[in-house]
């Protein structure tokens, strides 16, 4: 019966689902401020942000110490429909062969700060953001990967019993699943101006990432009805009716007892309960352009190679199918890849436009998308700020999102979608000591299906998303 085979694999993959970037690439976070989700494109950023976004431009800041702290709201959905025919047989699924499965993220809270000291031709800074997941991603009613291989149960089962007059038509499971994800980025640097126009920065990045995954594959159940062994097609519990046949056959047939007694143990409860971390070091270098209207900046981040390390808690080391798989003290790649950003800005007046673009490098990257992954990343910005006035800034902007993924090989538990998002917002200049930028950015994602097999029959995935994103941050500045 290869179904269990695919059982114990789709366990295997488990820790693989966790909350994804709320914008950019697969592994990466581009919002870290409140100022990018009014105008996303800041890349010629010459505010607090500039720390993340153009640490080159730092030096065309004014003298003194400049301070950003900034807040972030986020509320995601992804909603998995499937279809596959066994689901038919869910005792719970009213005959149905497609079921909806979704999962639900809201971050209350996703910080960045900001700081720099600028003199003359240097300045020093320092920043702190989330550069990868910032929340928790609920499952409440599981995932299809994992129905999927138990609802062909009743199947299998009548097929193998034919020659005991055994027979099943339905099954029943409890699932779970819940994924947190945090990678925390801190950013260290200088920069120089080489002339009055021409600037270099660089910087070291330390990330540390932590994740942790819970949940349940429990309560599984069958319909078995064999007169000869006292079963009438009422429900019970998978394991026993496997431990059933093991004591049954026994000694008329020790090679199907033995794997009965096999299944046994892989459709008894299962509890996840996993955590990973993992740290990085790498480097950041820019360059900065500011001259009359116009602005220009180009900043390269290096690979973050960040190994996770996997601390099993007991009661998931005390499952052999389990612990088998997450054995504590293992290892696994969740490297977040380089990235390539450009940008330039012209002054028309009072406004302010500016285009940029992000190449990441997902190939060169070992992460839990490696497997769908065909090419790299590109993100293409454009955003517009007006200075109405001396304390009223209005801004907006747009971003397209543009993955290159197979999708017939996505999973439930790990794709990713190509995506546009829309910016909008203000900044108020309180007085000349503290101004407050507020943003809003929704996100609105493409459509994507995935076709395959799973124990040998056709089913079908479709993949939607929803993000909605909120900030509010305060700059400072103080001293000449």
């Known amino acids: 019966m290869k179904i269990f085979t695919k059982i114990a694999l789709t366990l295997a993959v488990a820790t693989t689902i966790a909350t994804s970037a709320f914008a950019g690439g697969p592994m990466t976070n581009s919002n870290q401020s409140a100022h990018f989700l009014r105008s996303i494109a800041r890349g010629t950023s010459l505010s607090t942000d500039a720390v993340y976004t153009n640490p080159a431009g730092v030096v065309f800041m004014e003298n003194g110490f400049h301070l950003g702290i900034n807040d972030q709201m986020a509320a995601q959905t992804r909603t998995i429909t499937s279809t596959y025919a066994p689901f038919a047989m869910g005792a719970q699924n009213g ?151 093991a004591a049954a056959m026994g000694q008329a047939n020790p090679q199907l007892a033995q794997t009965a007694g096999t299944y046994a143990a892989l459709t008894s409860d299962h509890i996840l309960d996993v955590k990973q971390k993992g740290t990085s070091i790498s480097p950041v270098v820019a360059l900065a352009f500011h001259k009359g209207a116009w602005d220009a900046s180009l900043k390269y981040e290096f690979k973050m190679a960040t190994e996770l390390e996997i601390e099993s808690a007991e009661v998931s080391a005390k499952d052999p199918v389990i612990n088998g798989i997450f054995a504590d003290g293992s290892k696994v790649k969740s490297e977040t890849p380089a990235l390539l950003a450009a940008a330039v800005s012209r002054h028309f007046g009072p406004v302010k436009v500016t285009a940029q673009w992000h190449h990441y490098f997902d190939k060169d990257a070992e992460n839990s998308f490696s497997p769908v992954i065909e090419g790299n990343t590109n993100e293409y910005m454009l955003g517009v700020e007006w200075q109405i006035s001396e304390k009223w800034l209005v801004s907006a902007g747009t971003q397209r999102t543009q993955l290159n993924m197979n999708e017939n090989a ?65 700059d400072f500045k103080f001293g000449k």
């Open 410 to 474: 996505y999973s439930d538990m790990n794709f990713s979608i190509s995506s546009w998002s829309i910016a909008a917002g203000l900044k108020y200049q309180v007085c000349d000591l503290v101004g407050i930028n507020l943003g809003v950015m929704p996100t609105i994602y493409d459509e994507a299906v995935a076709v395959g097999q799973a124990s040998g029959i056709d089913f079908k995935d479709v993949y939607k998303r929803t993000s909605m994103a909120w900030g509010i941050g305060l």
């Open 95 to 245: 005959g149905n062969p497609t079921k909806e499965f979704k999962g639900e993220v809201f971050s209350p809270v996703i910080p960045s700060v900001h700081f720099a000291w600028k003199h003359n031709r240097w300045a020093v800074m320092a920043g702190m953001g989330v550069n990868g997941g910032g929340g928790s991603l609920e499952f409440a009613d599981g995932l299809g990967s994992f129905e999927r291989q138990f609802s062909v149960l009743p199947g299998a089962v009548s097929q193998l019993g034919q020659a005991f007059g055994l027979s099943a038509n339905q099954y029943d499971m409890n699932m779970y699943l819940k994924g947190n994800s945090m990678t925390l980025a801190f950013n260290v640097g200088a920069a120089f101006r080489i002339t009055d126009w021409l600037s270099v920065a660089a910087q070291v990045r330390f990330s540390s990432t932590s994740n942790s995954y819970e949940g349940h594959m429990k309560d599984i159940a069958l319909n078995p009805n064999a007169p000869a062994l006292g079963m009438t097609g009422a429900m019970m519990p998978a394991a026993t009716f496997f431990q059933t046949i």
